[in-house]
């Protein structure tokens, strides 16, 4: 396959891409977490976008790995290639989190469809806790690895 798009390597145009969509996935599942207000808006969204996310995640990693092939291996560029193989359980994570909350939120409390089978408080309150405790996880890690994938990159590139 060809990874160029316009004489553009496309890991340039997809990487941007994935800076912007994880955080905002990342920043969705916690008001999701922590607002419910926001939790009735956003709705699938949060998702939605955390599968934006997976989705474009190793597109950027297999174009980055096509640019590899065209420049000149430095300490820097081996360090960003092998942190950006790391990205990808974490956008695992965010999806499949964004998705159990989706799901629990929509279906399983308030008036959802199966409300009805969570019959205590504390079965509710753990749920919610467990995946409160989740999303910190996964927005915190996919964030720390965003960062330094993109550090790494603008090092080898610029450095």
Do not use: C
Request: aromatic share 10%.
């Amino acid at each position: 396959m060809d990874w160029t798009f316009n004489g553009l390597p496309i890991h340039i145009l997809v990487v941007h891409f994935v800076v912007v969509v994880v955080p905002v996935a990342g920043l969705l599942l916690l008001l999701v977490a922590a607002w419910p207000a926001a939790r009735a808006r956003i709705g699938v969204v949060g998702p939605l976008v955390a599968l934006a996310a997976l989705v474009s995640v190793p597109i950027a990693t297999e174009a980055g790995e096509a640019l590899e092939e065209q420049v000149k291996e430095t300490a820097l560029s081996e360090l960003h290639t092998h942190l950006g193989k790391d990205l990808l359980p974490w956008a695992i994570g965010l999806f499949a989190v964004a998705l159990a909350q989706w799901v629990w939120f929509r279906f399983f409390t308030g008036t959802g469809r199966y409300a009805t089978l969570v019959t205590t408080r504390s079965l509710r309150i753990a749920v919610t806790a467990v995946l409160a405790v989740a999303v910190i996880v996964v927005v915190a890690g996919s964030g720390y690895f965003v960062f330094l994938i993109g550090e790494s990159g603008a090092r080898a590139t610029w450095g």
